[in-house]
């Protein structure tokens, strides 16, 4: 059969399908064969998807074709595609299929072949797509490591920002909708909180190009897999409870421009390996504003069970500032942000 192309999951989690150059393999999730389709290499084919009983295909040349399985029969296909297809999502009721392009993404009605719009200001190759539980909504992460949701009513973005410095293979959100996985070239595999786009943390799991991030059949397990074959299984949840935590920031709300002041940070930190301090200035001139040891740093932490340590602020002109605050451990998990305000006279 050669070496695979591409790998897809259905949105229910029943399905995996498997492109290799000459046909596409369906299979159960103990990987019973449930279904193999033939392919004309030809034609190139490149992307897949599947849900139901359905299942697509996307070529190098801009043909989608979709088939009715097990018995293979094809139902529709649309040629007048754009550039290169890149990565395919169906929607969770089947109903829509998401195309990633050269070009921006395509949304196809699959009962009627119309297609319905692309998305709002997704530009460049887009390498990884994925439906929301309840698609309602759409994340797609590109070449350019750019990552995003857009809401289906309009489809217009919720959020879209720099999400990885290389480019990203795949997106998928966990069985809540209330995280979105992203992984791509950079190895590693990122968690966000969908809402908003808060990272969460960046997970090291594998050594090469992770190519595909998605969760299980069981609530919260998670599979990731890389290019040099390596799988990797892990629990959203049980990821989540490890986060460090700010519990508290002590400081003197109202100083005097020019003075410094010492500001106290409590924290909690489940696995004692607390790694970094990173302090972003949400208001005010940052010109101005002076943090020792700086504006990212390793705390100083007087022993292993530490619960507190501390940085010291200097606001040099009169100003009200506003500053967030994440910690970061040794696994790459990040607090929420934690903001508070000073007031220089």
């Not at 369906?26 to 359905?54: F, I, Q």
């Not at 190009?209 to 599979?223: E, I, N, Q, Y």
């Not at 390793?298 to 340590?309: C, E, I, K, Q, V």
């Amino acid at each position: 059969m050669g070496q695979l192309t591409n790998i897809a999951i259905s949105p229910a989690q029943d399905r995996i399908a498997i492109a290799f150059p000459r046909e596409i393999q369906v299979l159960s999730p103990d990987l019973e064969l449930l279904a193999s389709v033939p392919l004309d290499p030809s034609e190139r084919p490149w992307a897949v998807g599947v849900t139901g009983d359905l299942l697509a295909c996307g070529t190098t040349e801009g043909l989608v074709r979709l088939w009715e399985f097990p018995a293979g029969q094809p139902l529709r296909e649309w040629r007048a595609i754009p550039g290169m297809v890149w990565c395919l999502a169906f929607s969770p009721d089947g109903g829509l299929l998401a195309v990633g392009l050269s070009q921006g993404v395509r949304l196809v009605d699959v009962e009627s072949g119309a297609e319905v719009r692309p998305l709002a200001g997704v530009s460049g190759e887009v390498w990884g797509l994925a439906f929301s539980p309840g698609g309602d909504s759409l994340a797609a992460g590109t070449a350019a490591g750019e990552l995003g949701i857009w809401a289906r009513e309009g489809w217009n973005p919720v959020w879209a920002q720099a999400g990885h410095e290389e480019p990203i293979w795949t997106v998928a959100f966990d069985h809540t909708g209330e995280y979105l996985l992203s992984a791509g070239v950079d190895r590693t595999v990122k968690l966000w909180r969908a809402e908003d786009g808060v990272e969460i943390g960046s997970l090291a799991l594998h050594a090469t190009t992770v190519r595909l991030v998605t969760p299980l059949s069981r609530p919260g397990a998670c599979l990731s897999a890389s290019e040099n074959g390596k799988l990797a299984l892990w629990n959203l949840p049980r990821v989540l409870s490890l986060r460090p935590q700010v519990r508290g920031v002590f400081y003197v709300e109202r100083i005097q421009a020019g003075r410094a002041q010492v500001v106290m940070v409590s924290f909690q930190d489940v696995n004692r390996d607390l790694s970094w301090a990173y302090l972003e200035l949400v208001e005010g001139d940052k010109a101005r504003v002076v943090v020792q040891p700086g504006w990212s740093f390793r705390p100083h932490l007087s022993g292993h069970g530490a619960t507190s340590f501390s940085f010291s602020l200097t606001v040099e002109t009169p100003q009200r500032i506003r500053l967030r605050l994440v910690l970061v451990d040794g696994a790459g998990l990040r607090s929420d942000p934690y903001e508070f305000s000073v007031e220089a006279y």
